[in-house]
Every structure is written in structure tokens, then in C-alpha cells.
């Protein structure tokens, strides 16, 4: 069996930025235990990320990541390879860490940006799986009504997404108080729905919504 190989505290202090940033973007995050940076998402969801490297074990270049149950179905791992957000091909970025000095290599040449982006991106990917239309939504997610569903569709269609509490209030004055907004704001921020301010509806929240609609759909032509 091949010995085991671990990043050192210098390398695992690297990447909590990335994670750090992420953690910036979707609720959830619990932190570093050991080797790995872990979240809890709404819907019963723990993932997972670590380094890994696919050279020699004196370099990791790559993040991988994987969910703990079936409810993330076809998105439960990802990988994320430094090499992808690299800005020239035959510079790659990673973290050298010999014999615990760890530093970046090419650093100027990693668009890490575009890597934590995509990495929150899928995050709430595997939270919009979790109540897909085909799944019964967890408890703990919120029933939506008629109006909650009314300001997600206006976030997304006239607000490109963004959960702008004064515009809405502007738009739905006649039926919705501030105070009941930033509530519901709140409510759903924690419960990872809204990204954190500025707030923005995330995969799962849209999911939710298209997910009762069909419901309502159905029972309606039963």
C-alpha cells in the first residue's frame, strides 16, 4: 500500500484564502478539521474539499471536493484543478511544499478568482439539487407562497437576480411591508437561499421556486 502524503500547516494556510473567499459567498461553512474544509448546507448536505496533487506529492495542484449523500446526485464530487485557472499553459500554478515551505508557483499567473467563483457556483448547485422539482424539498426548507415566489421572479427578471430590498419594496408597496421583507431576507440568507450582502437568489431558491410552481401546476389540472 503507498504511503500517505499530507500538505503541511504552511500549505493548508495557503489555501484557506481560497476557502476563506468561498466561505465569503455560501453559508454554511464550518472550517478546516484536519486536512479538509467542510460546509453544511441547507438540506442535510456536508461537503468536503481537499488538496490533492497529481505530480508528486511535493506539489498539490488541484482541489477536490465531494458531498455526503445521494441527494447532490450527478454534482456530489468536482474537481478543481489549479492548472485550469492558469493564465499561461506551460506556467501551471500550484503549491510547492517541500519539506514544509510552502509558497505559491506562478501565483501571478493563477486566475484564482474564476476558481472561487465557480467552486461557490457548485455549491449552490448541490443545494438547488437538493429540492429539484423530483425530490421532496427538505424540512427545513420554507413553503413559499403566491408572493414569495412574485419577488424571487422579479429579483430574477428585473433585477438580475439581486434581492435589492429597497427596489422590491419600491415594486410591491401595496403588498409587502420593509420590515416583512428584510425578514424574509434574513430567513432565507440563513438558510443559504440568498447568497450573503449583497444578496443574490442562488440555484437553490430559484429551484425551490420552479419546484412549487409545478407542484401547484399539477394539482391544479389533477
Same mark, same amino acid.
Given at each position: 500500500m503507498a504511503p500517505l502524503f499530507y500538505p503541511s500547516f504552511q500549505a493548508l494556510r495557503l489555501a484557506d484564502v481560497i476557502f476563506g473567499e468561498i466561505a465569503q459567498r455560501v453559508p454554511g461553512y464550518i472550517g478546516r478539521l484536519g486536512t479538509a474544509w467542510y460546509w453544511r448546507l441547507a438540506g &442535510?448536505?456536508?461537503?468536503?474539499?481537499w488538496l490533492d496533487y497529481t505530480v508528486t506529492e511535493e506539489r498539490w495542484d488541484v482541489i477536490r471536493a465531494q458531498a455526503s449523500n445521494g441527494r447532490a446526485g450527478i454534482f456530489n464530487r468536482a474537481d478543481f484543478?489549479?492548472?485550469?485557472? &492558469?493564465?499561461?499553459?506551460?506556467?501551471?500554478?500550484?503549491?510547492?511544499?517541500? =519539506? &514544509?515551505?510552502?509558497e505559491w508557483a506562478n501565483r501571478l499567473y493563477f486566475n484564482m478568482g474564476h476558481l472561487i467563483a465557480e467552486a461557490a457556483q457548485w455549491l449552490q448547485m448541490l443545494q438547488a439539487a437538493a429540492i429539484a422539482p423530483q425530490v421532496s424539498p427538505p424540512a427545513s426548507f420554507p413553503y413559499l407562497g403566491p408572493l414569495e415566489r412574485e419577488l424571487v421572479q422579479y429579483a430574477l427578471e428585473h433585477l438580475e437576480g439581486r434581492f435589492d430590498l429597497a427596489r422590491l419594496r419600491a415594486a410591491f408597496r401595496d403588498r409587502v411591508s420593509m420590515r416583512r421583507l428584510q425578514?424574509?431576507? =434574513?430567513?432565507?440568507?440563513?438558510l443559504g437561499l440568498l447568497t450573503p450582502r449583497p444578496r443574490r437568489v442562488t440555484y437553490a431558491l430559484r429551484a425551490l421556486v420552479e419546484g412549487e410552481e409545478g407542484t401547484e401546476y399539477a394539482t391544479r389540472n389533477t
Open positions: &442535510g448536505t456536508v461537503v468536503n474539499f484543478p489549479f492548472a485550469a485557472y &492558469g493564465t499561461l499553459l506551460t506556467s501551471p500554478p500550484y503549491i510547492h511544499d517541500l =519539506q &514544509g515551505m510552502a425578514r424574509l431576507a =434574513q430567513e432565507w440568507e440563513s
